[in-house]
């Protein structure tokens, strides 16, 4: 199976390095494009795969083509490339209507993937028009569910998912910064600090498939303790409602495209 990229940037390197660290069947051979920067070969380099001249020449030789752009860019690169075989496109904000419009003569599916692929345990919301060959969906799903959990839903569905998985890795990220700076603060050598949040984040996501965050939260803060303290100081701060205002945020900047 050979799968090709238009753009090499951020996504499609996550993607790429998921599907170089599986061993034996299921691993895809990667094509990779750019848009004159190097970042094709630089990643070709990296994981294995084959930079190629052009995003015309990345189409013929692929069974899926992962069209991995900034959504501004796509009306260009319809015009100059043959039909794909089959087209997956991550494009944030971009509904099916308009990538079936630009590529009428190719199956299209709409995939949201997160950074988390790029260790194989990403989430990846798929969305595909009514009428898709069932084989098709199955071979995308079957590439797909190797990088991470799949997840199939209605296309207008896409960008509340995008909200609450797409953006996500982020958030956990500057809630990480903030507990590991705190860590360090107080004297914890900088590579404890950070295995403890990382372990606690994982562990804590495990938790959360056994019991519901209130259980969890319950369960960690017991009435006048520390934990309640910081729950507290959090509240003050915004807590909980400043992850629904980020998703919230996210949401109103697709919307507005
Ligand atoms: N980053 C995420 O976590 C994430 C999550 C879900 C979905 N997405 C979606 O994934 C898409 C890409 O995001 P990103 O963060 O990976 O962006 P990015 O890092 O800016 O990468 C964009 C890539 O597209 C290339 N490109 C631009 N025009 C091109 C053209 N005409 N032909 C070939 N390649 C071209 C760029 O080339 P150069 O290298 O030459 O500039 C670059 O390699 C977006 O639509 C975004 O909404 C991203």
């Known amino acids: 199976m050979i799968v090709g990229f238009i753009g090499s940037g951020n996504m499609a390197a996550a993607m790429a390095r998921g ?86 003569d190719s199956p ?25 060959d069932q084989a098709l969906a199955d071979d995308a799903s079957s590439l797909l569910g190797s990088l991470g959990t799949v997840i199939e839903l209605d296309d207008q569905l896409m960008n509340a998912a995008t909200a609450v998985m797409g953006c996500t890795p982020a958030y956990f990220a500057e809630v990480a910064d903030a507990l590991i700076h705190t860590g360090i603060e107080e004297g914890l050598e900088p590579a404890d600090s950070l295995a403890m949040v990382s372990e606690t984040l994982a562990g804590s996501a495990e938790l959360l498939r056994e019991r519901t965050p209130f259980e969890i939260r319950v369960a960690v803060a017991s009435p006048g303790g520390s934990t309640e303290a910081g729950l507290e100081a959090l509240d003050e701060a915004g807590g909980g409602q400043a992850f629904r205002q980020a998703a919230q945020a996210s949401l109103k900047r697709m919307r507005e495209g």
């Open 108 to 132: 299209v599916l709409r995939l949201m993937p997160n950074l988390a692929v790029e260790v194989n345990r990403g989430v990846i919301c798929i969305a595909r028009p009514a009428g898709t």
């Open 19 to 104: 599907w170089s660290r599986l061993e034996g069947n299921g691993t895809p051979q990667l094509l990779f494009t750019d848009s004159g920067s190097g970042r094709a070969t630089a990643l070709a380099d990296e994981v294995g795969g084959g930079a190629v001249e052009t995003n015309s020449d990345l189409v013929e030789q692929s069974d899926f083509v992962i069209l991995a752009t900034k959504p501004g860019v796509i009306g260009e690169i319809a015009q100059a490339v043959p039909a794909p075989k089959a087209l997956l496109s991550l494009l944030g904000g971009t509904p099916l209507e308009r990538v079936t419009s630009l590529f009428p």
